[in-house]
Nanobody
Framework: EVQLVESGGDSVPTGGSLRLSCSAS????????MGWYRQGPRAECELVSS???????DYVPSVTGRFTISRDNAKNTVALQMNSLQPEDTAVYYC?????????????????WGLGTQVTVSS
């Protein structure tokens, strides 16, 4: 059984930092692209960042320069370092695993998802 377990969510003031972590089990981690999604108060789904099997990273423009994604294949973990947090970053953050060549569309059913961790940024 594939399991993705997120941790690290918290409530922080504007300008604060958080580090989210996702621990994966039940899948060949090094063979999957990994990503972080978020779902905000209006329930919109957004792919925040992704890292491919060969380490290429991608970010949504609103977090570029503030967030950093990284993976550790030896530990089967993927992290999201979030700096200079803003109230608009408030959301539930989800870890996801995608087979290379698949889709990062939120509705794509072949991806694996964690249960999410809440990030709240107060103004």
């Amino acid at each position: 059984e594939v399991q993705l377990v997120e941790s690290g969510g918290d409530s922080v003031p504007t300008g604060g930092s958080l580090r989210l972590s996702c621990s994966a089990s039940g899948l060949p981690f090094e063979e999957f692209d990994m990503g972080w999604y978020r779902q905000g108060p209006r329930a919109e789904c957004e792919l925040v960042s992704s890292v491919s099997t060969d380490g290429r990273t991608d970010y949504v423009p609103s977090v570029t320069g503030r967030f950093t994604i990284s993976r550790d294949n030896a530990k089967n973990t993927v992290a999201l370092q979030m700096n200079s947090l803003q109230p608009e970053d408030t959301a539930v953050y989800y870890c996801a695993a995608r087979r290379p060549g698949g889709s990062w569309e939120c509705s794509y059913e072949s991806n694996y998802w964690g249960l999410g961790t809440q990030v709240t940024v107060s103004s």
